[in-house]
């Protein structure tokens, strides 16, 4: 039988990147147990550029002088992020940072670093959208600041930090993510998908439940009598 060739119709491209999210974690998460994370997510139209680069490997099992199989695996992304700025106080909760009276007191000692989701919207072209939740990061140790002297042409430079994301420890999970383009029980937008956290499947389905019904369409009744 000869197989469907199936042409490439309704192809979206990417177009940009939208707003960034960032929800911190309240309580960590354990082998058996979820993190807990803020009521608050923050939503900033920050982002001039964002790079995810992954960690995956591949594995190859050979028998019979021939290859039996190949496994791939990924347990970390990391996501170098441009942007034009942040809220100082969620810099502080993203940092670790002790405040007191305004001041924020940084020292050598050995901390568990502050753990976060994070997640962003990148528009794609025929008004698709592709939306992620990354539900366990951290910011990289490392930090690398520039100053730089005002010149007579305005200009104002993006600062630059790296985040790690990494598996929850209950599920394994590395990302979530919605594209509008796919098939879909109940119609999900990114808008809808960035409200809440979406780290399981039992996530997904409170989100979904939570959705107002749609409106049936209504019939058009004539008017007029006998």
Known sequence: MAQEIVKGEDVQYPIGISDLFIC?????????????????????????????????????????????????????????????????ALLDQMRGNKVVNGVGFGTGDPIAAPEFAVGYIAPNSDGVDTAYWYPRASL?????????????????????????????????????DL???????????????????????????????GLAPETPPTTPVESGGK
């Open 24 to 88: 911190m974690i309240k309580t960590k998460g354990s082998s058996s147990i979820p993190p807990v994370y803020d009521t608050k997510i923050w939503r900033q139209p920050v982002i001039s550029k964002l790079k995810v680069k992954g960690n995956g490997k591949t594995v190859e099992k050979w028998a019979s002088n021939k290859l039996f199989i190949r496994v791939n695996r990924q347990t970390q992304h990391e996501l170098s992020l441009d942007y034009v700025g942040l809220p100082v």
């Open 140 to 176: 990289d140790a490392a930090v690398e600041t520039d100053y730089e002297t005002a010149k007579e042409d305005l200009e104002i430079n993006d600062v630059s930090v790296t985040i790690q994301a990494s598996t929850l420890q209950n599920n394994n999970l590395l990302w979530t």
């Open 179 to 209: 594209n509008t383009a796919r098939a879909m029980d109940k119609a999900l937008t990114a808008e809808q998908f960035m409200s809440t956290v979406i780290a399981d499947e039992s996530d997904l389905q409170k989100l979904i439940a």
